[in-house]
C-alpha cells in the first residue's frame, strides 16, 4: 500500500510532506471556469511535486460546481457529465490512476470542533445538535466546492440513487477506456437524509449496493475509514476485508474515532480510538490493498498551521512505523 498525504500545490506543503516520508500525494481538483480539470493545471502540479519527489496518486473532488446538476438530477446534467468525462480523460493522460468522488448532495456534515487530548482541537458531530441547527451543519465554507446547492423540494432516496446510476452509466465507460479508477466516498456524517435530503451511502449495505449497481473493475471504493468507524452497529475492519476481498477497495482515508451513531462521534488521534488500528493496518495487508491509504481528519495540535502540518506529522508517523513492524513481522 502507498502511504499517501492530501497535498496543496505549494512548495511549502509539498516539502513537508517529503520530510515526514510521503511519497505519495493526494491533490483536490483544481478549479477552473470551463467547469473541467484541465490537463494543463495538473501537469503543473506535477511538475512542482516532482522537485520534492512526490507523485500525484489520486485527485479527490473536483468542485462541487462541476456536478451539481448531476448531484440533483437537474437540466443542466448533460452539459456537466460531458466536461466530467473530460475531466476523467485529463486525469488519466496525466497518469493519475484514480478519482475520489462523492454523492453527498448537501456536503459534509459536521457540528463543531472541541479539545480533546492535551487541548488538541478536534471535530465532533453531535446529531442531536445537527437536527437542531440544521444550516449550522452544512459545509458552508468549502473552499473548492463554493456554497452547498440547497434544493427547494425533498429529495427521496429512489431519486439520489437514480441519479448516482445515471452518472456512473455515463461516465465508467469513460474510466475503463483511460485507466482510471472512481472511488466513492460514503457519506460523512453517515446519516440516512438531513434538510428532507436523501444521502444514500450511509452504510456498508449501501456502498455494497453501488459496487453493484452499475458493474465495472473501475466502479469501487474510496473506504473512509473513519466515516465506516461512525456508522452505527460497524465494525470497520469487517468492512476492509468484505471489499479487500473484492478488490473493490481502491483507495483508503486511515482515521480514528470514539463512539458511533446515532449520537455524538468524535475524531481523535490514531492512538486513542475505539478500533485497533493494528489490526486494521493488518487487514489492509491480508487483502492485498496496494492503493493509496491517506492520512485523515487529524486533530489540530498546538501551534499548528492551517493545514495541521503538526498533526499530520503525528499521524504519518504512527501509519509508517504501523505498516514498518507489520512487513518485519510477516
Known sequence: MKIALEVAP??????????????????????????????????????LFAAYDLEICAVENVPTHFYDQVLFGLPGRDRQLDNYCATIEAIGRAGIPILGYNWMLLGGISTDQVRGR??????????????????AALDWRNPRGGAIHVPDRELSSGEVWDNLAYFLERVLPVAESCEV??????DDAPIPSFMGVARILHSTAALQRLIDLVPSPCNGLDLCQGTVAEMAGTDPIDAIRHFGRQQKLFFAHFRAVQSQLPGIFYEVFMDEGD????????????VG??????????????????????????????????VQALEALA
Open 181 to 186: 479508477k472512481l472511488a466513492a466516498h460514503p
Open 275 to 286: 478500533w485497533d488500528m493494528v489490526a486494521a493496518m493488518k487487514a489492509y495487508q491480508e
Open 118 to 135: 492535551g487541548g488538541a482541537r478536534q471535530r465532533r458531530f453531535d446529531l442531536e445538535e445537527a437536527l437542531r441547527n440544521p444550516a
Open 289 to 322: 490493498f496496494d492503493g493509496p491509504i491517506r492520512a485523515d481528519h487529524t486533530p489540530w495540535i498546538v501551534e499548528d498551521d492551517e493545514w495541521a502540518h503538526r498533526g499530520f506529522a503525528f499521524e504519518i508517523g504512527y501509519m509508517r512505523g504501523l
Open 10 to 47: 505549494t512548495p511549502q506543503t509539498a516539502q513537508f510532506a517529503s520530510q515526514v516520508g510521503v511519497r505519495h500525494a493526494v491533490i483536490g481538483g483544481p478549479d477552473s471556469p470551463a467547469g473541467r480539470v484541465e490537463y494543463a493545471d495538473l501537469a503543473r502540479i506535477q511538475d
